[in-house]
């Protein structure tokens, strides 16, 4: 028994060893590689099918992040079983996939890739495809979205004919066909944007669609009934900007961790944090295929890898104690936004964009997107200065104290 034991360490140190040796000669830290391999130890996490696909894909997604240090956020999420990943032009994250995958190129093939651009006609996506799949270092994407449906458009009509038209079906056949993307598909987080998913999804021409989501969606509004129709017509649907806040940001202030414990018991029945438990609560939805989380750091990506593998549908009330805790703790960001409190401040500035934009700012990161997008506003959506914003706060889904948020977006921000 003690020879097998010692054989079995020395043979344990020698690996070891070489590991470290070939870790120093490509530049990765041992301490990494430590990091790693506990994280692969965990185990896979869970998959659901993306709608008419037929593929499965983890029900966590590692989004875009900004960082000196991406490459090492790649492979650690990627360690940890994650095997979704959304980048897009906009957020300069493609290079980085490319030196992964130069570093090693047995990743891209166990990843579903996605990423994204911003075209004014179907046209436009074969050439925008091109630039994303050199720009990263492939020779084809799984799944090429539209960037922001709705947002470059003035006229909500051009950005539903630009997914329903017959030339948007020419062009994502064409796509398909040749390999260069299996999926086509658009992200949106548009007020208007169960219009647009009604509509895309009465067409029938994408196969997934990446939206600006809330686990406590009223069942009877026109975004929820647009989610059953993409649902019942077999797109995929993804989860992004859930929610941000102090609620559940990275710097939460005073006692509000302690708070919200304090008012959602199951968080601590299932040891749960409240991000954890807001996971928990998406995922409940089984409409959706995965949550896309912007995990900036090892700690993030293990705490919602835990949750990914932790997942018990919720109750009903418990969803909705996790909403009361994440109202009363101020967000920065209403998912379902749909301008109505714009309508009831009697202004013509767009308070959800706003806000939107500065949640990418101090809690995405994403400070230059987060600029470009308010500058692409006309000064009327700026212009939030007359506006009754107690009114908009009443009227607001999530509550947001625009009051405490607008002066920050004119800080930050113009």
């Not at 005073?254 to 008012?263: A, E, S």
């Amino acid at each position: 028994m003690s020879h097998d034991t010692s054989n079995n360490t020395d043979r344990r140190s020698f690996l070891q060893a070489g590991a470290l040796a070939a870790a120093s000669a490509v530049g990765v830290t041992p301490g990494l590689m430590a990091q790693e391999a506990a994280a692969k130890a965990a185990g896979p996490i869970p998959k659901r099918v993306l709608g008419k696909t037929g593929v499965e894909v983890t029900m966590l997604d590692q989004g875009a992040v900004r960082s000196n240090s991406l490459e090492k956020i790649l492979r650690y999420s990627f360690a940890s079983g994650v095997r979704v990943f959304d980048t897009a032009k906009v957020y300069g994250s493609e290079p980085d996939f490319k030196k992964w995958f130069e570093n090693q190129p047995e990743v891209r093939k166990q990843i579903f890739l996605v990423t994204k651009d911003m075209p004014r006609t179907p046209r436009q996506m074969i050439r925008m495809l091109d630039e994303r799949l050199a720009t990263l270092g492939t020779d084809y994407i799984d799944l090429f979205f539209i960037h922001g449906l709705g947002d470059e458009h003035k006229n909500l009509n051009d950005a539903i004919d630009l997914v329903t038209s017959k030339e948007f079906k020419e062009v994502a056949e064409t796509i398909r066909k040749s390999g260069k993307a299996k999926f086509v598909g658009f992200s949106t987080h548009h007020k208007e944007r169960a219009k647009i998913i009604q509509a895309a999804a009465e067409a029938g021409v994408v196969d997934a669609i990446m939206l600006q989501y809330t686990p406590w969606l009223d069942k009877d509004s026109p975004l929820n009934k647009a989610l059953d129709t993409a649902w019942k017509k077999g797109i995929g649907l993804i989860s992004m900007k859930q929610i941000a806040g102090q609620f559940f940001g990275d710097k939460p202030k005073g006692n509000i961790l302690d708070d919200v414990v304090r008012k959602v018991p199951m968080l601590a029945e299932k040891k749960l944090t409240p991000f954890q438990g807001l996971l928990h609560a998406i995922w409940t939805d089984e409409r959706i295929s995965a949550a896309c989380v912007s995990m900036k750091n090892t700690d993030q990506i293990r705490q919602n890898t835990d949750a990914a593998r932790r997942f018990e549908p919720l109750k009903a009330a418990e969803i909705r104690q996790l909403r009361d805790a994440a109202l009363d703790h101020g967000p920065m960001l209403c998912a379902d936004c749909d301008g109505r409190c714009s309508a009831a401040a009697g202004t013509t500035a767009e308070l959800g964009n706003l806000t939107r934009f500065l949640t990418y700012h101090e809690y995405h990161g994403h400070r230059a997107e987060a600029r470009r997008e308010y500058a692409a506003l006309s000064p009327e959506a700026r212009d939030w200065s007359g506006a009754d914003l107690e009114a908009a706060r009443a009227a607001c889904p999530n509550r947001l104290d625009f009051a405490r948020l607008l002066p920050e977006v004119d800080k930050h921000l113009a």
